[in-house]
């Protein structure tokens, strides 16, 4: 299983690094993207905000951490329905379920790239921040914030399978998740923080793992908070990423026999 999976990881670091300009693009956009956040937080320097006491009072450190962390999220609720729009539009999807392995299988392996280099540029994003702007993580709490992003991103994995038995479905859909993730990143607090807004959109959070994902990271990294500080906070992203993986996993699986019942799976 390793050997598979390592291999999957090689063929997919190949073909991404073989386009070497689209690659160093990408990472040029990230650095402009830290620019625009520096200018950002220079508007707050020297406001007493409350609201962003409890995480050291820094705007652009609370910025930098929301938006690293909602970028991973973003490859888990991507990736896999991705993977199966490119196995229909390029009718390897039929092929691909008569192998011997299990499509959830080849889903996840195909999906370990794209993981690993989402978590170097969340690593990129709080360097530079160190090394450019000051932003302190002097007092960080390295085995939370790890734990903390493990639970995140297997939440919205589980979100991500979902979103893949829908695609495999109905075979089209970015427009919805354009909107939804527009709607996670303005309530979860990625952007401010989430006790500014009316309380029935608090009410919503509430049920959004990334809520309590960039919580507990900021806390983690920027106020030095044990996991023993946040047993509550980790619980809850226990909870959501063994519900949310259960339910990717149970609705692929049916997704999967409804196209086959249906003959719909080389459609496109």
């Known amino acids: 299983m390793f050997n598979l999976a390592w291999s999957f990881f090689k063929r997919d670091a190949t073909i991404e690094m073989s386009y070497k300009i689209s690659f160093c693009f990408q990472l040029i956009g990230n650095f402009i993207l830290l620019i625009i956040f520096y200018y950002i937080g220079k508007l707050t320097v020297g406001n007493n905000i409350p609201a962003l006491a409890k995480y050291g009072g820094n705007y652009l450190a609370f910025l930098l951490i929301g938006v690293a962390l909602t970028e991973c999220v973003g490859v888990s609720l991507t990736t896999f329905a991705k993977q199966i729009r490119e196995g229909q539009l390029t009718g390897s999807l039929e092929l691909t379920l008569l192998s011997p392995i299990s499509l959830s299988w080849i889903l996840i392996y195909s999906a370990l790239w794209p993981y690993f280099i989402s978590s ?53 859909g970015e427009g919805i998740l354009a909107l939804m993730s527009y709607g996670f990143i303005i309530v979860s607090g990625v952007l401010f923080p989430a006790t500014l807004l009316p309380q029935w959109t608090q009410n919503i959070a509430a049920w959004i793992p990334l809520t309590y994902g960039v919580e507990g990271m900021r806390l983690a990294l920027l106020q030095g908070h044990t996991i023993s500080q946040q047993i509550g906070l980790v619980s809850l992203l226990f909870y959501f990423s063994v519900v949310l993986l259960g339910a990717g996993l149970v609705s692929f699986y049916h997704a999967v026999l409804m196209a086959k019942h249906s003959g719909s799976l080389s459609q496109y």
């Open 120 to 172: 170097i540029r969340f690593l990129i994003y709080l360097i530079l921040g160190m090394v450019f702007y000051k932003v302190g993580f002097s007092e960080a709490n390295i085995s939370a914030a790890l734990l903390i992003f493990l639970l995140v991103v297997l939440s919205f994995a589980g979100l991500g399978m979902c979103w893949a038995s829908l695609v495999l479905i109905i075979k089209r």
